[in-house]
C-alpha cells in the first residue's frame, strides 16, 4: 500500500492541552544525520509536566531520534545538525548556557536494551548520584533504597545489594536501569521501548512500574506496541517518516482520529 | 590409484598435513625446553671424582663427562676410529685448561678413592687433590690424625672469620678515611676552577692537614689489625696433592667451598646440590660470572621489567584512549595506527640507538648539566643505567600496549558507555568508570605481550645501560634507594657475557643453560602473574549475559 504523507500533514492536527502544564517544548525541529537527508522534519510538540506520553508510529521513523534529542544524546554522533527550538521549563536546553551534565541528571534516560554496569547493584544505582558529586555514604544509601523502591525491585534485591547486577534476570535488570535513572531525582524520564525485549509477565512489571511513578515524574516512552500506549500513556504521539502526524489525549488518538493516517496505523492496515 | 584420489579429494590428506605441522613444532618446543631443562639443572650435580689410570702411567683425578667416537688419520693415511672420553681436571692453574679429551683405549684403571677433595676456590675455579696435611694453629695435622676432617672444618671457619673481620676492618679505614678525601677532592676543584682565591685553598688545606692528624693514629690502629688478620689467615694452609703428584700449597682462605664428592651418600649429595641451587638464586657472581649466583641480574631483569611496565602502560592506555574517545576518526586516526602498527615491526637495536641518542646524550646530558653539573665531566644520567634502559624497552613495547588497550577498549559495549553519559558523567567520569575498568583484561594483554617482549630483549640493552658486572643494585638501602642512574646487569646479557664472552668457555657452558633457564622462568612467572590478573579481572567485568 502506499501512502501519501505530503498530502496529510499540509493539514495540522489540535490538540487540546488546556488543563496541562508543559514542561517539554519543541518547535521547528529538523534533524538530520547525513547532510541533505532529514531524519525529523519540522517537528512540533508540547510534553505535559506529570503525565505519560507515548510516540508510536512505523519502526524507522524517527521516535528514537527525537527522545534522544531530549537529554542531548544525539550530540555525539559526528555530522549530525538539529535545527529548531527545544525548551525544558522555558530554557533552551541547546544553548551554550545549558550544562550537559545538569540537563542528563534532570532528564533520565531508560534504553531499549537493558544495560546496567558490569558491577554490583547497589554501584549501579548509586552511579548517577557519585558522578553528581554525592559522597556520603549515607545519603547515598538512601537515595538507592528509594529508588530501588519507586522501581518495585527493592523487596527483591535488598539482601544482595552488592551481588553483581548481571546476575538479575531481564526484567529485574531493565527495573534496575529505571531506579538507576530515578536515583537522579529527575524531572522527565525517556524510555525508549523498554519493554520490547522482555517477556509478557516483565512487560507488565514494567507497566505497573510507570504507572506508579506517572504521579511524580514527566514520562516519555517509546513503543511499537500500541496497546501498550493504550495501557499506559495519558497522551500519545503518532509519527511517521520523521514527521509528527498527529498528537492527542490517548483516549482520543485511540478512539477518535483526526488524520486518516492514524486510523489506518492504529487499525493495523500498515505498520 | 584412485583410492589415493579420493584420499585426497576428501582432504583427509590435510588433516595429516596440519596435524604433521603441530606435531613437528611441538617437538621442537619439547625438545628445546627439555634440553634446557636437562642442561639447566644438571649443572649442579655433584659427581663423583675418579682417578684414572693411564696405560703410561699418567694419573688423571677428573670427573669423567662423556664419550664420543672420532674419526683420526693414522700417519699413513687411512682413517680409523676412535673413542674419547671428556675429562674434567680442573686445576686450571696448573694444566691451563679445565677439560681434557683422552683414549679410552689408553685406560687401564678407573677407581673412586675416598679421600679425593673437590675444592671451589674464589679464583681459578675447582681444585681436585689429594689433602696431605693441615697446617693450623702453628700445628700439623696429618689426614691420618683422629678427627682430621673436623679439625679442617674448624680450620676452614677460622681462615672465612678472619676474611671477614679484615674486610669490615677495611671498610672501617674507608669510612675514617672519607673526609679526608673530600676535602681533597674539593681542594683540587677549587685548584682548577677557582685558583685565584688562594686564601680559601690555604684554609682548606690546613684543614686537611689538622684532619690528617686527628686520624693518623686511627689509621695506624686499623692498618695494624689488619696485618695481623692476614697473617693470620697466612698460617692457615693445607698441603695437597693432585693427580700428576704436584704438591700444592692451599690458603684456606682461598677456598670457597669443599667436599669430598666420593665419601658423600645421596642425601649428602641432594643437599649440596639444593645448596648449590640456592646460592645460584641468592648470590653474586664470581670469576667473572662464570662461578657463584646471578642474583644481581634476576634483580635488575625483574626491576627493568618493572620500570618499563610502569612506563610504557599510562603512556600506552592514555594513547589509545585519545586514539579511540577523543580523536575525529578519519585519515589521520587510520595514518597514526598504521604507523604504531609498522612501529612494532621495528628491529629492537633501533630502538636502542634511539635510546643512546635522545635518552642518554641528549636527556640525560640535559640532566647532567642542569642538576649534576658539579660532577661534570663524569656523567650521572649522561651514561647508560636502568631508567634509560627502561625507558627505551617501554618506547619499543609502546605499540603493543597502544593495540592491546585499543581492542580492549573497542569491545566495551557502547550501551554501557552512552548509560553511562545518559545519568550526567562527562566523558572523563565515564573513560574512568566504565571504559578503564572494562578494558583493563584488554590492557592487561598488552603488559603481557610487553613483558614477552621486553623481558627478553637484549640489543638495545646493550648500548642503553647493561653491563656485564655491576658493583651495585639499582635499588638498596642507601638514600635515596632507588637509583636510577645505576647501571644493572640482566639476565639475556648475562647469559651472552658468560657464554660467548667469558675465557673459559667450556666451564660456563653448564652456566649458559641454567642462566637461560632461569630467564624463561622469570618471563614465564611475569606473564603468568598477569594472565591470572586478566582472567580475575574478565570475570569481575564480564558482560551482560542479557
Ligand atoms: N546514528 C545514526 N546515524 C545515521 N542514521 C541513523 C542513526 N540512528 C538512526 N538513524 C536513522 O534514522 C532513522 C530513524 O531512526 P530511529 O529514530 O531509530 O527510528 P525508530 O526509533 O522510530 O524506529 C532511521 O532511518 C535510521 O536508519
Ligand atoms: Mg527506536
Not at chain 2, 642442561?39 to 650435580?45: P, Q
Not at chain 2, 693427580?243 to 667451598?257: A, P, S
Amino acid at each position: 500500500m502506499k501512502i501519501n504523507v505530503q498530502n496529510s500533514i499540509s493539514a495540522s492536527f489540535t490538540t487540546d492541552l488546556s488543563k496541562e502544564k508543559i514542561i517539554l517544548e519543541t518547535k521547528n525541529v529538523d534533524l538530520c544525520y547525513v547532510p541533505q537527508v532529514r531524519t525529523l522534519t519540522n517537528v512540533s510538540i508540547q510534553i505535559p509536566e506529570k503525565k505519560v506520553t507515548a510516540f508510536i508510529g512505523p519502526s524507522g521513523c524517527g521516535k528514537s531520534t527525537l527522545l534522544r534529542c531530549f537529554n542531548r544524546m544525539n550530540d555525539l554522533i559526528p555530522g549530525i545538525s538539529i535545527k529548531g527550538l527545544i525548551t525544558i521549563d522555558g530554557i533552551d536546553i541547546y544553548s551554550p548556557e545549558t550544562k550537559l551534565e545538569e540537563l542528563r541528571k534532570k532528564v533520565g534516560m531508560v534504553f531499549q536494551k537493558s544495560n546496567p554496569f558490569p558491577m554490583g547493584i547497589w554501584e549501579n544505582v548509586a552511579f548517577g548520584p557519585k558522578v553528581n558529586g554525592i559522597r556520603e555514604k549515607a545519603e547515598l544509601d538512601e537515595m538507592v533504597e528509594s529508588a530501588l523502591i519507586q522501581a518495585d525491585l527493592w523487596k527483591e534485591v535488598k539482601d544482595r545489594l552488592n551481588n553483581s547486577a548481571l546476575d538479575l534476570s531481564g526484567g529485574q535488570q531493565q527495573r534496575l536501569c529505571i531506579a538507576r535513572a530515578l536515583a537522579n531525582k529527575p524531572e522527565i524520564i525517556l524510555m525508549d521501548e523498554p519493554a520490547s525485549a522482555l517477556d509478557p509477565i516483565s512487560t507488565n512489571k514494567i507497566e505497573e512500574t510507570i504507572d506508579e511513578l506517572r504521579e511524580n515524574y514527566t514520562i516519555i516512552i517509546v513503543t511499537h506496541n500500541m496497546q501498550q500506549a493504550a495501557r499506559v500513556s495519558d497522551y500519545t504521539a503518532f509519527m511517521m517518516i520523521g514527521e509528527m502526524i498527529e498528537f492527542n489525549a490517548t483516549s482520543k488518538l485511540f478512539t477518535n482520529p483526526e488524520k486518516k493516517l492514524t486510523e489506518d496505523y492504529i487499525t493495523g492496515r500498515f505498520g | 590409484m584412485n583410492k589415493i584420489i579420493t584420499f585426497w579429494k576428501k582432504g583427509d590428506s590435510y588433516i595429516l598435513l596440519t596435524a604433521g605441522g603441530l606435531l613437528f613444532s611441538l617437538a621442537m618446543v619439547i625438545f628445546m625446553i627439555s634440553i634446557i631443562l636437562i642442561k639447566g639443572f644438571g649443572s649442579f650435580y655433584v659427581s663423583d671424582v675418579a682417578e684414572i689410570k693411564m696405560k703410561d702411567n699418567t694419573i688423571y683425578l677428573a670427573e669423567i663427562l662423556e664419550k664420543e667416537e672420532v674419526v683420526l688419520q693414522s700417519e699413513s693415511g687411512k682413517s680409523y676410529k676412535q673413542e674419547q672420553t671428556n675429562i674434567k681436571i680442573a686445576n686450571r692453574d696448573i694444566f691451563d685448561q679445565d677439560f681434557k679429551w683422552i683414549n679410552s683405549q689408553e685406560i687401564s684403571k678407573i677407581e673412586y678413592p675416598q679421600n679425593v677433595t673437590v675444592f671451589e676456590r674464589w679464583e681459578y675455579g675447582n681444585l681436585i687433590a689429594y689433602v696431605r696435611n693441615l697446617n693450623y694453629n702453628g700445628k700439623v695435622y696429618l689426614t691420618s690424625d683422629k678427627d682430621f676432617w673436623d679439625t679442617f672444618s674448624r680450620a676452614f671457619e677460622k681462615s672465612e672469620e678472619n676474611k671477614s673481620e679484615k674486610e669490615n676492618l677495611e671498610e672501617e679505614l674507608n669510612d675514617v678515611l672519607s673526609p679526608v678525601s673530600e676535602i681533597q677532592r674539593e681542594i683540587a676543584l677549587m685548584e682548577i676552577n677557582f685558583s685565584w682565591k688562594t686564601k680559601e685553598i690555604e684554609k682548606l688545606k690546613q684543614e686537611e692537614g689538622t684532619l690528617q692528624a686527628e686520624i693518623n693514629f686511627q689509621i695506624e690502629q686499623l692498618n695494624k689489625k689488619i696485618e695481623q688478620k692476614v697473617i693470620e689467615n697466612s698460617e692457615i694452609y693445607a698441603i695437597v696433592q693432585s693427580g700428576d703428584g704436584t704438591e700444592i700449597t692451599l690458603e684456606l682462605e682461598k677456598v670457597y667451598r669443599f667436599c669430598r664428592p666420593n665419601d658423600m651418600n645421596f642425601i649428602a649429595k641432594s643437599g649440596l646440590y639444593l645448596t648449590k641451587i640456592w646460592e645460584y638464586l641468592v648470590e653474586d657472581p664470581r670469576e667473572s660470572n662464570t662461578e657463584g649466583g646471578v642474583f644481581p641480574a634476576i634483580f635488575g631483569t625483574v626491576m627493568m621489567v618493572i620500570l618499563m611496565s610502569i612506563a610504557v602502560v599510562p603512556f600506552g592506555v592514555l594513547a589509545a584512549l585519545y586514539l579511540n574517545e577523543y580523536a575525529k576518526q578519519g585519515f589521520v586516526t587510520r595514518l597514526i595506527r598504521l604507523a604504531i602498527a609498522n612501529l612494532a615491526g621495528v628491529p629492537s637495536i633501533v630502538y636502542g640507538i634511539f635510546g643512546l641518542g635522545f635518552f642518554i646524550y641528549f636527556l640525560g646530558g640535559t640532566i647532567d648539566q642542569l642538576l649534576f653539573s658539579s660532577k661534570l665531566p663524569e656523567p650521572t644520567f649522561g651514561t647508560g643505567g636502568i631508567l634509560w634502559a627502561s625507558l627505551t624497552l617501554a618506547l619499543l613495547t609502546l605499540p603493543v600496549v597502544v593495540v592491546a588497550t585499543e581492542e580492549g577498549i573497542l569491545a566495551v559495549p557502547k550501551a554501557n558507555k552512552d548509560g553511562a553519559l545518559a545519568l550526567g558523567a562527562t566523558k572523563w567520569q565515564m573513560i574512568r568508570k566504565i571504559v578503564l575498568p572494562n578494558a583493563m583484561p584488554g590492557i592487561l594483554t598488552g603488559v603481557i605481550l610487553a613483558i614477552s617482549r621486553g623481558a627478553g630483549e637484549v640489543a638495545p640493552l646493550m648500548i642503553t645501560g647493561v653491563v656485564k658486572l655491576a658493583p651495585t643494585l639499582p635499588f638498596d638501602t642507601s638514600f635515596p634507594f632507588l637509583h636510577l642512574d645505576r647501571k644493572f646487569m640482566h639476565l639475556g646479557f648475562h647469559i651472552y657475557d658468560v657464554g660467548f664472552q667469558s675465557p673459559n668457555v667450556e666451564a660456563s657452558l653448564p652456566m649458559v643453560y641454567t642462566t637461560a633457564l632461569l630467564l624463561i622462568f622469570i618471563v614465564i612467572t611475569l606473564n603468568l602473574s598477569a594472565i591470572f590478573l586478566r582472567n580475575y579481572l574478565r570475570k569481575k567485568f564480564k558482560t551482560s549475559a542479557f
